[in-house]
């Protein structure tokens, strides 16, 4: 039989915490990088609206990543957006 004290639970409570901590990204991109994001590929000539639709894929430190869809059906394509600083680069 286990006895649950104060400090067991306290000690749990903790582990799970960090556990909690060590999956959340390093750098959360906000929408504003992401919508800044869509239009720096759609300005540039990547992706055309017409054609495709632009969904976020996944982010990292350094990356926003975009999926293009095909409106029409078709395979889709990754696009990228590279961040600085929290900012949207252009070279």
Same mark, same amino acid.
């Given at each position: ?9 306290? @000690?749990? !409570? ?5 556990? !909690? ?21 759609? *300005?540039? !000539? ?6 495709? @639709?632009?969904?976020?894929? *996944? ?20 696009? *990228?957006?590279?961040?600085?600083? !929290?900012?949207?680069? @252009?070279?």
């Amino acid at each position: 039989m286990t006895v649950l004290n104060f400090k067991n639970l306290a @000690t749990a !409570g903790l582990a799970t915490a960090l556990i !909690g901590l060590a999956a959340v990204p390093a750098m959360a991109v906000t929408q504003s990088q992401i919508a800044e994001c869509k239009a720096y590929v759609v *300005t540039s !000539g990547e992706v055309n609206l017409a054609t495709h @639709t632009l969904d976020f894929k *996944t982010a990292t430190n350094r990356k926003i990543m975009l999926e293009a869809t095909p409106v029409d059906g078709g395979d889709s394509f990754v696009v *990228t957006c590279k961040l600085k600083r !929290g900012k949207i680069v @252009t070279d």
